[in-house]
């Protein structure tokens, strides 16, 4: 499958093709086992990230603002003119809804889902590795290789630690992107799970929740001096915990000996 065999199907999907295309491609997926296994897995991404996106709650007061744009009372027209202003009524609904929400409402979703962004930029990060033939960069289960191999490739290193011991053996690293920035990701299993663990600057992180489910995967959030982690997978939530619980305990600096 070529680069642009993707190109052709993400067109595809969006309706982008002409019909002759599109018949081409229906075609082709059909009698492709390659080409149609491709274009399930960005069936499955899709679905995975409108729920990881789901929309957030209107705002209090949105219907009396647009009520209040409009310029009538909160009330329905009476007789045939009902039926002439109900389609423009909801044209206009949507257009101001529209226009309230990516003005005032950005706003609202930046100042109440402070986590949206950098949670749905790390699933899909995590989702986008589970589609490729490896779900890392450099494959190594050495913490010497994998901590150093992020050097000149981002700005933070994370602490690759060894949990194979704890059921959690290192496998690798990748570099994703987060927020627009380069950030180091670590790569365990768990099993035929993998665990993504996304290094970023503690401040990052200081309004997000500890703990969280989207779209089926289990995120836990945690810092490590000035660097913040947060780790994702489909495993259960208890084991994502415990996971966690080893790292922290692998990762935190030795006891000073006392005098």
């Known amino acids: 499958m070529t680069d642009e065999d993707i ?26 086992p390659e080409l149609r296994a491709q274009a399930q897995r960005l069936e499955s991404l899709s679905l995975a990230l409108r729920g990881a996106l789901a929309g957030a709650p209107v705002p209090h007061g949105l219907r009396g ?12 027209p009476s007789g045939r003119l009902t039926r002439f ?4 009524a909801a044209t206009l609904l949507v257009g101001l809804a529209g226009g309230v929400l990516l003005g005032s409402g950005t706003t609202f979703l930046a100042m109440n889902r402070p986590d949206a962004e950098t949670s749905a930029a790390i699933l899909s990060a995590h989702l986008r590795a589970m ?13 010497h290789v994998v901590k150093p191999w992020f050097n000149g490739k981002t700005t933070i290193a994370p602490d690759a630690v060894d949990l194979a011991e704890r059921g959690f053996p290192l496998v690798g690293g990748r570099v994703d992107v987060i927020e627009g920035r380069p950030a180091p990701t670590l790569v365990y299993r768990r099993g035929p ?10 401040e990052t992180l200081a309004s997000l929740p500890g703990s969280e489910s989207r779209a089926g995967f289990s995120f836990e959030r945690w810092t490590v001096g000035d660097l913040a982690y947060v780790a994702v997978s489909d495993i259960a939530p208890a ?21």
């Open 7 to 32: 190109l052709l199907l993400n067109a595809y999907r969006d309706g982008e093709l002409s019909p002759g295309e599109a018949l081409a491609m229906e075609r082709r997926l059909a009698e492709e």
């Open 65 to 76: 603002r647009i009520i209040q744009e409009i310029g009538f009372r909160d009330g329905a």
């Open 85 to 88: 202003l109900s389609p423009l």
């Open 193 to 202: 799970h993998v665990i993504s663990v996304t290094a970023l600057p503690s």
């Open 239 to 259: 084991d994502l915990r415990t996971f966690v619980e080893a790292f922290r305990a692998e990762a935190a600096p030795p006891a000073k000996p006392v005098n």
């Open 131 to 143: 589609m490729a033939p490896q779900p890392f960069d450099v494959a190594s289960s050495n913490r």
